[in-house]
């Protein structure tokens, strides 16, 4: 067998169960999430897709194992529940709308110049409940590059917002059971469970994560101050490079 990659032995070494997951058949939680009041703390929000995701979001409580693993990753998470980025996004007056994306394939977006979290507008008036969690998820990951208020991004800041991603994605699994896998809905299908499945591979060389990072961000520098880059990050832009 071939040993393990030094850069990566931290991951094999504390890699456990990551494969659970509820199926479809198993029962739902009847408890959906408390509905923040928006009339109080966001008053500006008027749309019921948004306020569900947001609401949900709120509720969601990440694994402390999830996190424990992601970190051995070189993963930092912007946000250690769903409620500290809910309470971000109030704080920092963060408005949240329905947009045409600058590229129809983008689920989602920051607007830096706006201070605006931009969900493609295929999902508007959306009443399909796993494509509103998704759209939470989004906006966790949003959330996160306007932490920054830096208006860039490399490819560690991206790990450490799909990382999170995964996390909740994991939580929304456990929660309600796994409502995302007969969809068709690209936010989905080639989103939220994409990194769900990739961050947790029992694969402790992350081969498939490292592909897909590299396709999608690759072109983005390893890190930068806010977020220095660790070694999968650092793995993504020296094989980038030495394939140019």
Not at 24 to 53: C, G, H, N, Y
Not at 56 to 75: A, C, Q, T, W
Request: aromatic share 10%; hydrophobic share 35%; net charge positive.
């Amino acid at each position: 067998m071939t040993p393990i990659s030094p850069v990566f032995a931290n991951i094999a070494s504390c890699m456990g169960n990551y494969n659970w997951k509820k199926s479809a058949t198993d029962p739902v939680e009847l408890r959906r999430a408390k509905e923040i009041d928006f009339m109080r703390d966001m008053p500006w929000m008027r749309d019921t897709s948004i306020q569900t995701a947001l609401s949900e979001i709120n509720d969601l409580v990440f694994s402390p194992e999830d996190m424990r693993y992601v970190k051995n990753m070189g993963i930092e998470l912007p946000f250690h529940s769903g409620k500290e980025c809910v309470d971000f996004i109030e704080k920092s007056n963060i408005r949240i709308s329905f947009a045409k994306p600058y590229e129809k394939t983008i689920h989602a977006q920051y607007d830096f110049s706006k201070n605006a979290i931009l969900i493609n507008k295929k999902y508007k008036n959306t009443k399909d409940f796993p494509v509103i969690l998704a759209i939470g998820e989004a906006i966790l990951h949003e959330a996160g590059h306007a932490k920054d208020k830096d208006g860039k991004s490399s490819v560690q800041e991206e790990l450490n917002f799909l990382g999170m991603n995964a996390i909740a994605h994991r939580a929304f699994i456990k929660k309600y059971g796994d409502l995302f896998s007969d969809s068709d809905a690209p936010i989905i299908k080639d989103g939220v469970s994409v990194y769900a499945k990739l961050f947790f591979e029992p694969d402790p060389e992350k081969k498939n994560l490292i592909n897909r990072i590299r396709s999608k961000y690759g072109d983005l520098p390893s890190g930068d101050r806010l977020h220095p880059p660790g070694k999968i990050a650092r793995t993504i832009v020296t094989n980038k490079q030495s394939l140019i």
